[in-house]
C-alpha cells in the first residue's frame, strides 16, 4: 500500500488536539515536582462521580486538604481586610492616632471577641496552615509508593525527594513566623501579663517605634511585606492566575506569563506600599506615650519572651 492520499492524510490528521489535561485529583495533584495545576483546571475536567456507601464522594485526601487550605484563606483575608483598614487607611486619611483608635475599638469586638476571634483568626489559619504540612506529607507519601514501593528499604525511601516548597510556600512559613510574633507582642503578651489586652492600639505600636525604631521598621516592613506578598499569590493561585498555571506555548505563551508575573507582583507592592505608609509613616511616626501609660507599655515589651529582656 503507497501512501495515503492528501485526502485521507487530513482527516487523519485533523483530529482535534487537546492541551494535557489531568484526569482525576489523584493524579494532578502528584506529580513528581509536588506542583498542582490550577483550580480552573478542576472547574473544566468534570469530577469523577464515585460515590462511598457513606454518601461522601469518592475524592482523595488531597482533594479535601486543598480546599480547607484554600477557603480557610477567605477567612481571615475577611479579618486581614479590616486590619489594613484600621491600621493604615484610617491613620492614613484622619492623620491622628487617638482620633485612628477610636476607629480600631469600635470594630475590634467583631474580630476579638468569642467567638469571632476564633472563627475567623485562630481557628482558620490553624487550618490553613497544617492542611499545607499535611498535603506535603500525603504528596511524599504517594510519591515513595509509586517510585520506591512499599517493599523499600528505609534509605530507598529517603531518597525520594520531598515536595518541592514553591516560592509562595516559603513565603507562607516566613509569614507564620512573623505573624505568630506579631500576635504574640500585641495580644498574647498584654493577655499573659495584664489579663486582658483592652488597653492596647495604635498608640502601642508607636509608643514601640519610638523606643525601638530600628527593630520596629524591619519587624514591620518584613511582616507587611511578606504576609501581603505571600496573600496576593496565593490569592492569584486559588484563581489559576500565576504565570506557571498558564499553559500556552511559544512567545505569545512566554509574553503572557511575563505580563501576570508583573501584574501580580504589582498588586503585592502598591498593596504592601499602601500598609507600610499608614503603618509606618503615619502610627510608627505617632511619638511616646507619656506617664503611666508609658511605664505600662515599657512593662509589657520587656515580658515579650527572650526578646524582653534586650528591650
Ligand atoms: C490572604 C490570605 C492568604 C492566602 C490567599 C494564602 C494562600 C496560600 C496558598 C495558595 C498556599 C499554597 C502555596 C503552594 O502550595 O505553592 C499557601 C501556603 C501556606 N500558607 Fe497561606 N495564604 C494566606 C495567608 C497566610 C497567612 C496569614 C499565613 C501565616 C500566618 C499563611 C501560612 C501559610 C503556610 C505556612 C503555607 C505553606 C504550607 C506548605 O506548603 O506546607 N498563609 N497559602
Redesign the pocket.
Known sequence: MGPPAPDAASEVFSLLELDPAPVDDDFRSTRADGA?PSSSWSAKVPAPSRMSSLGLSGHSPVFYLTRI??YS?YA??LF?AAHITNTSLIPLTTRSLPASDTYLLLTRPYYQDFPFEQLLVIAP?AL??LS??A??LYRRRQTVRRYAGEASTRSERRRVPWPA??G??AL??A??AL??GHALVNRGVPLLVEGSSAGIGLEYVSHGFARHPVLSFVGFGALVSV?VW??VW??A??NGWTPAQLVRPGYEGEIRRKRRWYVINGIAAALAGLWMAGGLGVVGQGGAATGWVARDYDNLFKSIPLVGQWL
Do not use: M, N, P, Y
Request: charged fraction near 15%; charge should be positive; hydrophobic fraction near 40%.
Open positions: 498542582r487550605q484554600k484563606s481571615f483575608t486581614a489559619l490553613h496552615i499545607g504540612l498535603l506535603r516548597v514553591s509562595t510556600s507562607g512559613f509569614s507564620t505573624v505568630g504576609a505571600h496573600g496565593g490569592a493561585k486559588w
